[in-house]
């Protein structure tokens, strides 16, 4: 039994904003350990909100969040810290803090009473840092790199918080053709035996080519989980995003969505 | 630190790091290298202010022997050299140190959780609140209703840090209401900081022949320093300068932006709330005997972050060591320039800061935000 537990299980989530707006309705999946599962839908639908919820930025309304079988909801911010690391779609570091520090900032949750890190810290950093190509750019202030290059000094410091789970927020949205694969090729070498990588993402070719499993969400419930071959079809655009789609697949057998055309109010081409 | 990334010469550079290989030991090292920079700076500064003064010019020598012969002496068996070193410059001494380090600290606190270079430590309106109060004592006679004899030598310097720290409590209300945004923070410090500019203008106009005494406060001064005041700034800043210095690894973590540091295990909000506390308290103490001394709290961190890298585990401790060296030569500057005419040393320092800041804006302007 025990190898069965998942590393992440959403039970009923419901997520009911102050001003009343339901972003999530009675989320539920579970998710297993050591793979690259993509988070889909349209703008508003949830996504973010859900992912604020499992590391605990939101509280929930109800359900519950559980993290290799524990539940997060009552764990203490640095707890939930250690096994959640988050990389936000875009993120501007004050004061010229550079590539090393900022990176470094991802062993905050094991530092507790210490001034400095401690030596291995910095041989971890070092080696995510050449991991992720920014080793070059090591003293170099974070705003003064590429978008691209800031991207991936983001992953690098979620890795090095050394999570279960990470959490990537949009993280092609600034960036163009070359620089998207880049970033999922890098991601999807992160993947490991024991760490889970969801991503949010518009790009739904991209993540059916990268990704292990896809979650489909519209107005905040989950409407399909499974292998993107088999759950991202034409029926499934077309009721998720209102717009026909044609759904094909390239000489090389990767699935490709081509948006068309806004569907018309009766749903029919 | 790989040369072409370092805009610093070489030659700084080799002193500040040593030759470290890792960033940690360089850091150590840079930290040892400005514990002994502002350690030695300090000691200087500070004998320079016992030997140099308007009425008189001392060797370091013969300062600091007079200081020793005074000490465990009755005022009244003292000669004028020795109640010049010891009553006089050294009292001043002490309060420039205090507010230099204090306004340091503070200003790099602020810079660090408001996320804006252009912060100083007047940022929540904490200089205005203290002013309107002061002004109202100095002015009208104001006691507290009653509370200080009219005649007590706190009565300015209390009534300052109650109406500072009056004034830093609208602001955090204000901002709480408005969501406790970093914009939210700095606009209630501007508007609240307005109100208070404004009862201050008023009040000047009915002050009178008080008229000159409110200016003088108004433009900082360490002229009327005794030893008790001094004291009464130098603990509490101190102690408050050391609360913050622990906050270092968190004052880091929360450039990155308050959700980057919320789900890194930090609690923003309580976190904000306790560093603008303790830095308005500290910028309460400095302004309470000084008045307001710009510009220091706004140039000496970025000073540091230029010297020894935007680190708050070795810039806090860099603003202590920098800060009241500067703010001593700066006191220094206002005695001497015009012999017998003392200069406001707020003048001073915004003298010497403006073009500190300028060459700052214009070399490192694009590190910032960038």
Request: net charge neutral.
């Amino acid at each position: 039994m025990d190898d069965e537990v998942p590393l992440l299980e959403v039970r009923h989530l419901d997520k009911i904003y102050d001003n009343g707006y339901h972003a999530d309705r009675d989320v539920n999946f579970t998710l297993p350990a050591g793979k690259l599962v993509g988070l889909i839908g349209p703008n508003g639908c949830g996504k973010t909100t859900l992912m604020r919820c499992i590391n605990k930025m939101h509280m929930l309304t109800s359900g519950d969040i559980l993290i290799d079988g524990q539940s997060v909801i009552p764990m203490t911010p640095t707890e939930v810290a250690k096994l959640v690391s988050n990389v936000p779609a875009d993120m501007t570091a004050s004061f010229g803090l550079t590539v090393f520090e900022t990176v470094m900032l991802g062993r905050y949750p094991y530092l507790q009473n210490m001034w400095w890190e401690t030596e291995e810290d910095e041989t971890l950093v070092e080696e995510t840092l050449k991991k992720f190509g920014v080793h070059h750019l090591q003293d170099r202030p974070l705003n003064m790199l590429s978008s691209g290059e800031q991207q991936r000094v983001l992953i690098a410091k979620a890795y090095v918080q050394e999570p279960r789970l990470m959490l990537v927020d949009e993280p092609t949205s600034h960036l163009d053709m070359k620089f998207k694969l880049e970033v999922m090729e890098y991601l999807s070498a992160m993947v490991k035996k024991d760490m889970t990588i969801l991503v949010a993402e518009h790009d739904i070719s991209l993540m059916a080519r990268y990704c292990d499993l896809c979650i489909i969400m519209k107005k905040g419930e989950v409407v399909a989980i499974g292998e993107p071959k088999k759950v991202i079809t034409p029926e499934l655009i077309s009721e998720v995003y209102e717009v026909t789609a044609s759904v094909g697949f390239d000489q090389d057998g990767e699935l490709y969505v081509l948006p068309k055309r806004f569907r018309d109010k009766k749903g029919s081409i | 630190m790989s040369e072409q990334n370092d805009a610093r010469p070489s030659v700084l550079r080799r002193i500040v790091d040593g030759n470290s290989d890792t960033h940690i030991m360089r850091k150590k090292h840079r930290m040892k290298f400005l514990l002994t920079l502002g350690v030695l700076l300090t000691i200087i500064m500070f004998i320079a202010m016992l030997c140099i003064g308007p009425t008189k010019i001392f060797n370091p020598i013969e300062a600091i022997s007079y200081l020793f012969s005074a000490i465990g002496k009755d005022a009244s068996e003292m000669t004028p050299e020795e109640v010049m070193i010891i009553s006089s410059r050294m009292p001043r001494a002490v309060a420039a140190l205090s507010v230099g380090i204090g306004l340091s600290v503070a200003g790099a606190a602020y810079q660090a959780v408001i996320r804006n270079p252009l912060v100083d430590p007047y940022i929540m309106g904490v200089s205005s609140g203290a002013g309107t109060l002061a002004i109202a004592v100095i002015a009208f006679d104001f006691t507290l209703f009653g509370l200080l004899s009219s005649y007590s030598i706190y009565l300015v310097a209390i009534s300052a840090i109650i109406g500072g720290l009056f004034a830093f409590l609208l602001t955090m209300t204000l901002a709480n209401r408005a969501g406790s945004t970093t914009n939210a923070y700095v606009l209630s410090g501007v508007v609240i900081g307005l109100v208070f500019g404004a009862a201050q203008t008023i009040m000047i106009v009915f002050s009178g022949n008080k008229v000159s005494d409110v200016l003088l406060w108004l433009f900082g001064s360490f002229a009327n320093i005794t030893w008790e005041k001094a004291v009464f700034i130098l603990i509490p800043v101190l102690i408050l300068c050391f609360m913050i210095m622990r906050y270092a690894k968190e004052l880091n973590l929360i450039l990155l932006g308050e959700s980057q540091a919320r789900q890194m295990g930090l609690n923003v909000k309580r976190f904000n709330i306790i560093i603008l506390t303790i830095a308005s308290v500290i910028t309460a103490f400095c302004v309470a005997f000084c008045g307001i001394i710009g510009f220091v709290g706004l140039v000496v961190p970025h000073l540091c972050r230029m010297l020894f890298g935007g680190d708050h585990r070795l810039m806090i401790p860099a603003a202590i060591g920098l800060g009241g060296v500067l703010m001593m030569a700066a006191d220094l500057a206002a005695r001497m320039i015009i012999p017998g005419n003392e200069l406001p040393v707020g003048a001073i320092t915004t003298l010497i800061g403006v073009p500190v800041f300028a060459y700052l804006l214009f070399v490192r302007g694009k590190m910032y935000n960038g």
